[in-house]
T-cell receptor, first 112, second 114 residues
């Protein structure tokens, strides 16, 4: 049990559309990160949120944006979807009592 | 620029023997290293981590070794079990306020044969 829950598990969107992915993190996870994992590759860091502020971003364009809420839940928004955005999107929470980062099950996004 | 590399795409081991998974990194700013196991259609599962001030950390069947001068770490699984068959990722982070910024390797597919 990682304490990180993501929704939806699978979704299909059309190129140009917008998508919102959600993450629920247990109260001990005050740092939330989002990752994109394409087939056959390791997860790529998108951004990190700490106390509702973005404090670190990977090599992703501004159409990837996020929010973290006071209840430790989080959202990843992607605008103007492209075919290459098809991937597994992972949310991760850092356990404040240690140096462990727990991942959710992921949301599979297919852009057609 | 691949800052974390797992040069072996796959590894095949007999049940009961040792599995050794390797990882190299280039960024001297990395302070913590983590290993994850991933099954298809699931999120990564945390296995074990190590701080750069240590050279070994052990948890049950899993031991991680860190050679900071060589910028190399390895995960040893002893004894290997068929249920260990999965993709293994090593990840590195600078720590501090950037701790959640993990840089992953490409992964190594481990197959443990009964």
């Amino acid at each position: 049990e990682t304490g990180v829950t993501q929704s939806p598990t699978h979704l299909i969107k059309t190129r140009g559309q917008q998508v919102t992915l959600r993450c629920s993190s247990q109260s001990g996870h005050n740092t939330v990160s989002w990752y994109q994992q394409a087939l056959g590759q390791g997860p790529q860091f998108i951004f990190q949120y700490y106390r509702e502020e973005e404090n670190g971003r990977g090599n992703f364009p501004p159409r990837f944006s996020g929010l973290q809420f006071p209840n430790y839940s989080s959202e990843l928004n992607v605008n103007a979807l492209e075919l290459d955005d098809s991937a597994l999107y992972l949310c991760a929470g850092r356990d404040i009592s240690g140096n462990t980062i727990y991942f959710g099950e992921g949301s599979w996004l297919t852009v057609v | 620029d691949q800052q974390v590399k797992q040069n072996s795409p796959s590894l095949s081991v007999q049940e009961g023997r040792i599995s050794i998974l390797n990882c190299d990194y280039t960024n001297s700013m990395f302070d913590y290293f983590l290993w994850y196991k991933k099954y298809p259609a699931e999120g990564p599962t945390f296995l074990i981590s190590i701080s750069s001030i240590k050279d070994k950390n052990e948890d049950g069947r899993f031991t991680v070794f860190l050679n900071k001068s060589a910028k190399h770490l390895s995960l040893h699984i002893v004894p290997s079990q068929p249920g260990d068959s999965a993709v293994y990722f090593c990840a590195a982070t600078p720590g501090g306020t950037s701790y959640g910024k993990l840089t992953f390797g490409q992964g190594t597919i481990l197959t443990v044969h009964p």
